[in-house]
């Protein structure tokens, strides 16, 4: 680990909401709400990346926004930032668009599990592990042709050989015998090479041609078991009704293996029909999910932290394989980072310290009373307000699992989730992203900007991370500019590169780049002023490389809306 260069910053937020995310939230109009500890190096418990990092014992939900919007992330009260093109793995921040989001097969598959789970008792059978260790692309991804080294297939012989013969004898008597055959083969052999997985019908199967020999001419080219269910189910409707709908619809010219259009009451069904289905009264179980404000804690909170706190200590111990002593009860309020770097531990108890000091002395809070909080709700903000927030899934009437989520100006950012190992064969990882997916689109109903569900970081070298990419549509963050890009757009290029520049634009620069460094605004001395008047005061050369820095990653904005603590 890198050596420390410990700082202090503070925003200065006037007549604005604002939230603390970790539980001290400040509505000064002259005062100051944000307080951070930057730190040179990495984060607790990870491989040596290259990260910058702040402790954030303070923070306003805007701050926040415009953070993860230049690519930081944060982990409890730890906010960081990768080195891009430093780091083995790049990360690159990934935001799903809800209110275009259309849920695939894989995550119809997932809703309708749970469904049954809760209408019938039923158990899936086999291993259901959770999402992230779950290789399988979806049909969300399947075009994406450059990222695909093996598509699954699975195929009911028995019933396609059915359909074949079936329709094959319908046709008459100019069938060859040994079409129905040579159609089986090739089925046989897909089955063979490409083992077994979800259906797909973008794939084309054909009998591999003896050496020296191409295709037989002379037979009619294998027909797909959907056209062949297709004309099983028209001659079927002309035999009950020769003369009726079916021929008017014949002679309006459509081919006759096609079918007159779905009715609209057979439209695919939206993500809140699938997830709130409604089950019968008699049903096995009964799934509610709450939303309560973690910071600060609401009553219902604190009336649910130690169950809360079982379900996590069990997660992190079958999951993580973390000993039965950690974590303690106190770091599940918004899920710790690990603790057991010493280094680390003792610059956070360092750079709260200072945090406490300065409000006393500034403020004149007393000690004990920082870090008390009251919940912002803003009147065109969402009802539950801003800030932090855990969405907590109870079934019959206990705690199974628990997203971590932040709501803020733009969106739902998603932080962490655990549950009981128990309950793995529901796919809790899938199912809560869906669940949080809605609950952006109800809040968008309120609060119109609030409109995209950020996830994260998207690792396309990590298959534990590569799955973020199934949710689409969805946009990675140009790690230059700073623009979003749709993910589509992305792929070929992290097909040839673990780091790129997703912006094509060559002339294209960051647009919120520190370009007025001396309206950086630093604490020192407990005055506040701006860093063109600080520098006057310093003789050190590296002082102004190190101010630079920060300010490049935080970016103007923030830079002139937060205070660089200066000893």
Same mark, same amino acid.
């Given at each position: ?46 491989? $040596? ?41 790049p990360q690159y921040t990934i935001r799903c668009r809800p209110l275009q989001f259309q849920p695939s ?237 010493? @280094? ?24 004990? @009373? ?7 709700? $803003? ?41 009981? $190992? ?65 993910? @589509? ?27 007025? $460094? ?24 590296? @002082? ?19 205070l660089l603590f200066r000893n």
């Amino acid at each position: 680990m890198q050596s420390l260069e410990v700082r202090i910053m503070k925003t200065k937020w006037k007549n604005a909401s604002s939230l603390d995310l970790n539980g001290e939230n400040q509505q000064d109009a002259n005062g100051l709400c944000d307080m951070i500890t930057v730190l040179k190096g990495r984060r607790p418990g990870s491989t $040596p990346n290259r990260d910058s990092g702040m402790w954030a014992h303070s923070m306003t939900v805007q701050d926040y926004q415009d953070l993860i919007d230049r690519g930081w992330r944060r982990s409890g009260k730890y906010v960081y930032k990768p080195v891009m093109n430093q780091t083995c793995c790049p990360q690159y921040t990934i935001r799903c668009r809800p209110l275009q989001f259309q849920p695939s097969k894989s995550h119809k598959k997932v809703l309708k599990k749970m469904l049954k789970f809760l209408a019938k008792g039923e158990v899936p059978k086999g291993s259901c592990e959770d999402e992230p260790m779950d290789s399988t692309m979806d049909d969300a991804v399947a075009g994406d042709f450059a990222l695909i080294n093996k598509l699954d297939i699975q195929c009911d012989l028995k019933t396609l050989s059915d359909d074949i013969k079936e329709s094959l004898e319908s046709e008459g008597k100019n069938s060859k015998k040994e079409e129905p055959q040579e159609l089986l083969q090739s089925q046989d052999f897909v089955g063979e090479k490409l083992g077994s997985g979800e259906p797909s019908h973008s794939v084309k199967v054909h009998t591999v041609p003896k050496p020296g020999k191409g295709a037989d001419l002379s037979k009619p080219p294998c027909r797909k078991a959907k056209e062949i269910r297709k004309e099983r189910k028209r001659l079927k409707l002309m035999q009950q009704n020769p003369a009726g709908e079916l021929e008017g619809f014949q002679a309006q010219g459509h081919p006759p293996s096609l079918f007159p259009p779905k009715a609209k009451s057979n439209q695919p069904k939206s993500l809140e029909d699938l997830i709130f289905e409604s089950l019968p009264e008699n049903a096995s179980h009964k799934l509610e999910v709450r939303v309560v404000r973690s910071s600060p804690p609401s009553s219902q909170f604190k009336a649910t932290l130690l169950e809360s706190y079982q379900v996590y200590k069990r997660y992190q111990m079958v999951i993580h394989k973390n000993p039965p002593d950690t974590p303690t009860e106190s770091q599940v309020r918004l899920v710790p980072v690990s603790f057991e770097d010493p @280094e680390f531990k003792s610059s956070f108890s360092q750079s709260f310290s200072l945090y406490v000091k300065y409000q006393v002395a500034i403020h004149q809070d007393p000690p004990d @009373e920082c870090g008390k909080t009251e919940a912002e709700t $803003p009147p065109n903000g969402p009802d539950c307000g801003y800030g932090s927030f855990h969405q907590q899934y109870w079934l019959d009437g206990k705690i199974i699992a628990v997203g971590v989520i932040d709501i803020l100006p733009n969106c739902v950012s998603s932080v962490y989730l655990y549950y009981d $190992p128990d309950y793995s064969f529901l796919s809790l990882g899938v199912y809560s992203a869906l669940r949080e997916i809605a609950f952006t689109r109800q809040l968008h109903e309120k609060t119109s900007q609030l409109s995209y569900y950020y996830m994260g970081f998207y690792i396309h070298s990590c298959p534990k991370m590569k799955y973020k990419g199934q949710y689409r549509p969805s946009d990675l963050l140009c790690p230059e500019t700073y623009v979003w890009v749709p993910i @589509e757009q992305c792929l070929p290029s992290l097909e040839n590169s673990k780091y790129c520049r997703f912006n094509q634009d060559p002339e294209a620069v960051d647009e919120d780049r520190s370009t007025e $460094p001396d309206r950086l605004q630093v604490f020192h001395k407990r005055a506040i002023m701006p860093y063109g008047v600080y520098k006057k005061q310093q003789k050190d050369p590296s @002082e102004e490389a190190a101010v630079l820095q920060y300010a490049s990653l935080v970016g103007q904005k923030c830079s002139e809306r937060m205070l660089l603590f200066r000893n």
